[in-house]
């Protein structure tokens, strides 16, 4: 099937796919598994060990670039550490270029110890060999995450990168840089608000079709930690996207989700899933049966959005910065009006996870609209409401004896193609009951520093809120860390962490004596310490109800 009709297809609706469930790898091993990369001529699957003890630098090794080669059963072989494109520090392939003789990798090689962060490219010299990486020249990367991950667009010309940059929301955000003229590569530019929260956003994949994101965010009410997600561009600005959608239960679990992705001409996509595994990654791959009757007659009128191959002669001594390219044609999309869209979700207790029969207010965020409903949940904490499509909103839910909460609706750049989809939203209220802890997710700070991120004190002006409505309320305002590092420091940061939260709440005119501050520094993990991704939930602030 050509993938431009694929990439309609799932615009239109993520449940236009019947997928099986998710089928493990044979390759996976007691390590963590992530960042499954498939070469152009599909027989070799490259992906991240992390520390295991075959690694460069053995068990302490935080990720060694591995590869499987397929077998005439279709079955993959038992994986190599691919020596030459790793040293003892995180590696991991962004993506293939020049028909697979190139491979662009996170991180610089250069020296004993990368001394920062960046991307490089090595080339091909034999089946299971590759020249030293060379760093790629980036204006003003700078990525103060220790995450890395991304992915490298078929035509060799986009690269999307996951960094936690200059301009940032939060965490993580997603990015997006040009391949140039001159074979250099532009500054990262931030794909904006209809895709970046103030949380993560990690593990991009674009499609061929140069318009559909793949990506895992932990900013959205999803399934559990990670949750694979789905957006198509609008415009040619990089900023104006499609609501991302939940890929749904087939793909998402309790657990966590990473690096969905979608090999050309394959009929697997592939992604990392803790899901019953032992708590880390494993890889995992997903039959895509398109359901062609139902579908395909809804979208044959489509323009045919390709890409154009390129064929161009190259010696053995080219550059390694030049790149066979491509262009993206995208012919012009019918409009198509939008009136209304339906979200439906329930509202729960977050303790108990029973309904809660709610208030919901949404109010129109469109500058001099005066748009707001009201909506009264029923006793099973189950709502649907139809709400004009062309206007983003906060939706400020409430419930006697719980937390109020507020979240933001952003409808006005639903993509055309997401006319007639049914937006599903669900959300946990915490109980106004001694021993209720609230992580105040949005409350980020520097890196090692007690200095709050711009963004942080929306979320604490909700907490002053909440203990101005409930006077007799007393809280511990808590900092924990992960466990790395000397256990008396991190003690010393997640006080001084949660010192300066108490320090905000006293300025807006709550009484320091309602206020407890204690920091626990890593004693007190949510979860597992092994890699990143787990370390950064433990890295946190949150408020307990003491006293009501």
Not at 241 to 246: A, L, Q, T, V, Y
Not at 292 to 320: F, G, N
């Amino acid at each position: 099937m050509k993938y431009w009709l694929f990439s309609a297809l799932v615009a239109l609706s993520t449940t236009a796919f019947a997928q099986n469930e998710l089928e493990k790898l044979s390759i996976n091993s007691q390590a963590d598994e992530q960042n499954p990369k498939l070469s152009p001529d599909g027989q070799t699957l490259y992906f991240v060990r992390q520390y295991h003890p075959q690694n460069i630098g053995g068990s302490k090794d935080p990720g060694d670039i591995w590869a499987s080669q397929k077998q005439a059963d279709g079955s993959w072989a038992e994986a190599v550490n691919v020596k030459s494109l790793n040293n003892p520090y995180l590696n991991g392939i962004i993506g293939f270029a020049d028909n697979g003789n190139r491979v662009y990798l996170h991180g610089h090689y250069e020296g004993k110890k990368p001394t920062t962060q960046g991307v490089s490219v090595a080339k091909k010299e034999s089946a299971t060999s590759w020249s030293k990486p060379k760093a790629l020249k980036i204006p003003y990367f700078y990525n103060k995450s220790d995450h890395s991950s991304g992915s490298l667009h078929s035509s060799g010309q986009i690269m999307i990168l996951s960094l936690q940059s200059y301009d940032s929301k939060g965490a993580e955000d997603l990015y997006v840089l040009f391949k140039q003229s001159d074979g250099s590569w532009s500054e990262p530019q931030n794909l904006g608000a209809n895709i970046n929260t103030p949380y993560q956003e990690m593990t991009p994949y674009l499609a061929p079709d140069g318009k559909t994101l793949f990506f895992a965010s932990n900013g959205y009410e999803g399934f559990g930690s990670r949750d694979i997600y789905m957006s198509v561009r609008l415009d040619d600005s990089w900023r104006k996207w499609s609501n991302p959608k939940n890929l749904g239960a087939r793909v998402n679990s309790e657990g966590t989700e990473l690096y969905y992705y979608i090999p050309e001409n394959s009929e697997y996509a592939y992604v990392s899933s803790t899901q019953n595994s032992d708590g880390l990654g494993d890889l995992n791959q997903v039959r895509i049966i398109p359901e062609e009757e139902e579908v395909i007659e809804e979208v044959a009128d489509m323009p045919e959005v390709a890409v154009e191959d390129a064929v161009v002669e190259e010696s053995e001594d080219a550059p390694l910065e030049e790149e066979v390219e491509e262009t993206i044609v995208a012919a012009p999309e019918e409009e198509i009006v939008k009136n209304e869209v339906e979200v439906r979700g329930k509202i729960v207790n977050l303790n108990s996870e029973e309904g809660v029969a709610a208030n919901l207010s949404f109010s129109s965020l469109k500058e001099n609209e005066q748009f707001s409903q009201i909506n009264q949940v029923d006793e099973n904490g189950v709502f649907s409401i139809n709400l004009p499509a062309d206007q983003d909103y906060e939706l400020l839910i409430e419930a006697e004896g719980f937390i109020k909460k507020r979240v933001k609706l952003l409808l006005s750049e639903q993509s055309p193609l997401d006319n007639s989809d049914i937006i599903v939203r669900n959300f946990a209220l915490s109980p106004i009951e001694v021993g209720t802890t609230v992580n105040l997710e949005n409350v980020l700070f520097d890196r090692g520093t007690a200095n709050m991120l711009s963004g942080s004190t929306e979320n604490l002006d909700e907490v002053v809120e909440f203990l101005n409505e409930n006077p007799d309320v007393v809280i511990e305002v808590a900092g924990h860390t992960d466990n790395r590092g000397r256990p008396d420091l991190n003690q010393i940061l997640s006080l001084e962490r949660a010192e300066s939260v108490k320090r905000y709440l006293v300025q807006q005119g709550i009484a320091t004596e309602r206020i407890q501050e204690k920091g626990y520094g890593g004693t007190k993990p949510i979860a597992s310490n092994a890699i990143e991704e787990e370390r950064q939930k433990n890295r946190r602030v949150e408020f307990t109800i003491l006293k009501k």
